[in-house]
């Protein structure tokens, strides 16, 4: 034999046993965006690099060292698996013009790719689940998301597995007077700064205080706050998203050490937290995007988003003991004999036209062995066809759940039979 081939590194299969979590999780998502108005937007797993090197910023954790950049050989362009989602949806938005009569509100799901230390909760295919409101600059929208993603967690049965913080980075202006008085307070105390800090001081010095290094914590702690550098604008529109929280009810902390990891963000900031899944516990990130439109080549046009990844959130389901059964068929076909396998056949298509789930027996094999499967698969019903039952084109019903006497049936009767079983589970 020769040596197996293996998934690459932090890529996951999603086997059988665990699709049912997901297609649940998925369902219940899309009656949610359904409820908001949202509309769905697929984008390609590819861009071109220069996407999210302009999106994201040159100096994040993403664009330095998680990206997966190839050259592609046919024609030597720089492509990239996209490591987001916001990136590409706003490509495309502008692409297609999709503002010209007014705002849209958007969603994607799918794959994202991140060059990552695989552990718990941290994968390099992930999925995520992202939610756009392009064209819109009140906070109004702010609002909205944060009303969604709270009534989300409640159809998800998380509800009080998470909490939210929030903060704001402001406008340009207030950034800017902020990043100068950040830059001369770590320049006093460089050498106190780890590497990435060192690096970042004059590129990036807002993402100093994004920084999980308990040596440089307390530094973190005391330096200038954004909060107070902000205008009126910025200190109105957070007020608005407060005033909105405490309308609905939610409670939330602000969290002045909250940036994010991308550039592209100012004004509100949030995420979803849960302390249940250790280290890796942001279940759900966003915030306001309003520069991000015009950097991409597209006339300005104010946006907030934020996407959840989706393993992080089935994995808090799992946490909280819920559980998903893969669907049962109706029925499982068990057959014995070259006549009794052709009719067999006729008799699950047949069935499956009376709109039943039949799991024909495949690969051969004793009754005794087949009713072991027919068993095993969670059908209600075995349907027994030997030579004798293939000659007279009837079948023999076996309930396998419940209890009842096998009886034996024409086709015919034997789909009015399941179909009258299938909607009422009782009988
Ligand atoms: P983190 O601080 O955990 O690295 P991030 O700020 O890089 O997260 P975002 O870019 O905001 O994450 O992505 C939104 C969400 O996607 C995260 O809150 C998280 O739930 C999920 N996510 C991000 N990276 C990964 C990953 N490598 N594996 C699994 N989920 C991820
Ligand atoms: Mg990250």
Same mark, same amino acid.
């Given at each position: 034999?020769?040596?197996?081939?293996?998934?690459?590194?932090?890529?996951?299969?999603?086997?059988?046993?665990?699709?049912?979590?997901?297609?649940?999780?998925?369902?219940?998502?899309?009656?949610?965006?359904?409820?908001?108005?949202?509309?769905?937007?697929?984008?390609?797993?590819?861009?071109?690099?220069?996407?999210?090197?302009?999106?994201?910023?040159?100096?994040?954790?993403?664009?330095?060292?998680?990206?997966?950049?190839?050259?592609?050989?046919?024609?030597?362009?720089?492509?990239?698996?996209?490591?987001?989602?916001?990136?590409?949806?706003?490509?495309?938005?502008?692409?297609?013009?999709?503002?010209?009569?007014?705002?849209?509100?958007?969603?994607?799901?799918?794959?994202?790719?991140?060059?990552?230390?695989?552990?718990?909760?941290?994968?390099?295919?992930?999925?995520?689940?992202?939610?756009?409101?392009?064209?819109?600059?009140?906070?109004?929208?702010?609002?909205?998301?944060?009303?969604?993603?709270?009534?989300?967690?409640?159809?998800?049965?998380?509800?009080?597995?998470?909490?939210? @913080?929030?903060?704001?980075?402001?406008? !340009? $202006?207030? %950034?800017?007077?902020?990043? &100068?008085?950040? +830059? /001369? *307070?770590?320049?006093?105390?460089?050498?106190?700064?780890?590497?990435?800090?060192?690096?970042?001081?004059?590129?990036?010095?807002?993402?100093?205080?994004?920084?999980?290094?308990?040596?440089?914590?307390?530094?973190?702690?005391?330096?200038?706050?954004?909060?107070?550098?902000?205008? @009126?604008?910025?200190?109105?529109?957070? !007020? $608005?998203? %407060?005033?909105?929280?405490? &309308?609905?009810? +939610? /409670? *939330?902390?602000?969290?002045?050490?909250?940036?994010?990891?991308?550039?592209?963000?100012?004004?509100?900031?949030?995420?979803?937290?849960?302390?249940?899944?250790?280290?890796?516990?942001?279940?759900?990130?966003?915030?306001?995007?309003?520069?991000?439109?015009?950097?991409?080549?597209?006339?300005?046009?104010?946006?907030?988003?934020? $996407?959840?990844?989706?393993?992080?959130?089935?994995?808090?389901? /799992?946490?909280?003991?819920?559980?998903?059964?893969?669907?049962?068929?109706?029925?499982?076909?068990?057959?014995?004999?070259?006549?009794?396998?052709?009719?067999?056949?006729?008799?699950?298509?047949?069935?499956?036209?009376?709109?039943?789930?039949?799991?024909?027996?495949?690969?051969?094999?004793?009754?005794?062995?087949?009713?072991?499967? $027919?068993?095993?698969?969670?059908?209600?019903?075995?349907?027994?066809?030997?030579?004798?039952?293939?000659?007279?084109?009837?079948?023999?019903?076996?309930?396998?759940?419940?209890?009842?006497?096998?009886?034996?049936?024409?086709?015919?009767?034997?789909?009015?039979?399941?179909?009258?079983?299938?909607?009422?589970?009782?009988?």
């Amino acid at each position: 034999m020769s040596q197996a081939i293996r998934a690459v590194r932090g890529m996951n299969d999603i086997l059988p046993a665990e699709a049912p979590l997901w297609t649940h999780f998925e369902s219940v998502v899309r009656d949610w965006l359904a409820a908001y108005g949202y509309r769905e937007l697929r984008t390609p797993i590819l861009e071109h690099t220069g996407l999210f090197k302009r999106a994201i910023g040159e100096v994040t954790d993403i664009v330095e060292k998680e990206m997966y950049t190839f050259v592609d050989e046919l024609n030597g362009e720089s492509l990239t698996l996209r490591p987001e989602g916001t990136a590409s949806g706003v490509r495309a938005v502008i692409e297609h013009n999709l503002l010209f009569d007014g705002g849209k509100r958007l969603w994607y799901m799918g794959p994202m790719f991140r060059h990552e230390r695989p552990q718990k909760g941290r994968y390099r295919q992930f999925h995520q689940v992202g939610v756009e409101a392009l064209g819109f600059a009140g906070p109004d929208l702010d609002v909205e998301h944060l009303l969604m993603t709270a009534r989300l967690w409640k159809r998800l049965g998380l509800a009080h597995h998470v909490r939210l @913080e929030i903060n704001t980075l402001g406008g !340009a $202006a207030s %950034r800017a007077r902020h990043r &100068d008085k950040l +830059i /001369a *307070y770590f320049e006093t105390r460089r050498e106190q700064l780890d590497e990435d800090a060192q690096r970042r001081l004059y590129s990036n010095p807002l993402r100093i205080l994004d920084s999980k290094n308990p040596a440089m914590r307390e530094m973190v702690e005391a330096a200038p706050k954004l909060m107070d550098e902000l205008d @009126e604008d910025a200190l109105n529109h957070f !007020a $608005a998203v %407060r005033q909105g929280l405490e &309308d609905a009810g +939610i /409670a *939330y902390r602000i969290n002045p050490r909250l940036v994010r990891g991308l550039d592209y963000y100012n004004y509100t900031v949030f995420e979803w937290i849960t302390d249940c899944l250790g280290a890796q516990g942001t279940v759900c990130a966003g915030g306001r995007y309003d520069g991000l439109v015009e950097q991409l080549g597209g006339k300005p046009a104010p946006a907030c988003g934020f $996407a959840m990844g989706v393993e992080r959130l089935l994995a808090l389901l /799992a946490e909280t003991g819920q559980t998903f059964a893969e669907p049962a068929p109706d029925a499982y076909i068990v057959n014995v004999g070259e006549a009794a396998g052709r009719f067999a056949q006729r008799a699950a298509e047949t069935l499956r036209d009376a709109g039943l789930a039949v799991v024909l027996h495949g690969g051969g094999g004793s009754f005794k062995s087949q009713m072991k499967k $027919a068993d095993a698969s969670g059908a209600r019903h075995a349907l027994i066809i030997g030579e004798d039952e293939a000659v007279a084109g009837e079948l023999s019903i076996k309930p396998l759940r419940g209890g009842g006497e096998q009886r034996r049936v024409a086709l015919d009767a034997a789909a009015m039979l399941l179909q009258a079983a299938s909607t009422n589970p009782e009988t």
